[in-house]
């Protein structure tokens, strides 16, 4: 008898995680609803729009949230700002999550020069509404050790969510999961949850979690059970996208990937419904990289995503 791989261990185990929610909510005789919004962030499917026109957009094709863009807040006057911010609830749509504006990656000089922006900026999101800002992690570096560019995040970060938390807001941090990657070059770094939760913790503040993409969960072998390890205040955003198939997954490329549900690879009803599980209430956004959508007209993109999103969601409706 062939022996089972570990990837095929941990498909069995997502696969047990999945039914035993759908048997948890029948035994107790009440199926858990989503309380996740279906996000639009215009940028990450091609789409160019200012804030107004990426509300327009979000409310014309059915979605519930829409990134809110810290640079167009901030140079908004109280009365434009009040207005803007009325126009989003009329039309029955909440804030997801902001970008970070600080380059922390780089040189001192630099993210010095994004640290002093970032008190406005980040005022600016707290006298919106807005509560959430993210980012994402490299997981490698072409000079720093695993140990110097952890010590580097750490003190950055700790920094900057210190800021954020001044002005209410909460800061995410996302994995890379890509084998190809993390292996690209000199000195791997994060690229799994367990080690993002380090990170977190070094960082030593309440306002700090993560940012989950289901194609880093995926790329990075996790399962439903990583996912049930968390609760709501743990997430701040999440990214929803699937795989190209026939490609083995240590071979995936992060910049190639498909709209969610397109091609079921990634299985999204084990991971929305660990989300509805674990009562997450932040934005779930698409960020497919995908050329196809890149090259659609503005508002066919947004039409082909919203249609997506609405195909993965009702796994779990």
């Known amino acids: 008898m062939e022996r089972p791989t570990r990837r095929a261990w941990l498909r069995s185990a997502a696969g047990f995680v999945g039914a035993s929610l759908v048997a948890g909510a029948a035994e107790t005789g009440a199926r858990p609803r989503r309380k996740f919004t279906m996000d639009l962030r215009c940028g990450a499917i091609g789409v160019r729009a200012d804030q107004r026109r990426a509300i327009e957009l979000a409310h014309r094709y059915g979605f519930e949230s829409v990134e809110p863009l810290p640079a167009y807040l901030a140079g908004l006057g109280p009365g434009e700002l009040e207005e803007l911010v009325g126009q989003l609830h009329a039309k029955g749509l909440a804030w997801g999550a ?59 970060l700790r920094q900057v969510a210190r800021i954020l938390g001044d002005h209410g807001q909460r800061l995410g941090l996302e994995y890379v999961g890509p084998k190809t990657s993390w292996t690209a070059g000199r000195y791997p770094f994060i690229h799994t949850m367990a080690e993002m939760k380090e990170l977190i913790a070094e960082i ?3 306002n700090v979690g993560l940012v989950l993409d289901s194609w880093h969960w995926y790329t990075a072998g996790e399962t439903g059970a990583d996912l049930l390890s968390l609760s709501n205040r743990d ?4 990214d929803l996208n699937d795989a190209p198939a026939g490609i083995p ?21 084990v991971f929305l419904g660990a989300l509805v599980a674990i009562g997450y209430d932040g934005p779930v956004r ?3 990289f995908n050329r196809r959508l890149n090259a659609m007209p503005d508002e ?18």
């Open 249 to 269: 997954v240590d071979q995936q490329q992060d910049n190639r990937r498909e709209l969610p549900a397109a091609t079921g690879v990634i299985d999204l009803k």
């Open 235 to 238: 997430v701040v955003a999440c």
């Open 204 to 206: 030593g503040r309440d």
């Open 98 to 156: 902001a970008g970070l504006p600080v380059n922390f990656r780089a040189d001192e000089a630099t993210f010095g020069k994004g640290m002093r922006r970032l008190p406005d900026l980040a005022r600016a999101l707290e006298r919106a509404g807005a509560s959430r800002v993210g980012t994402w992690i490299s997981p490698r570096h072409g000079q720093l050790t695993y140990l110097a560019n952890f010590r580097q995040h750490a003190a950055r």
């Open 300 to 317: 066919e993109a947004v039409a082909a995503t919203a249609a997506a999103m609405k195909r993965a969601f009702a796994l779990v409706e």
């Open 286 to 288: 698409a960020e497919p």
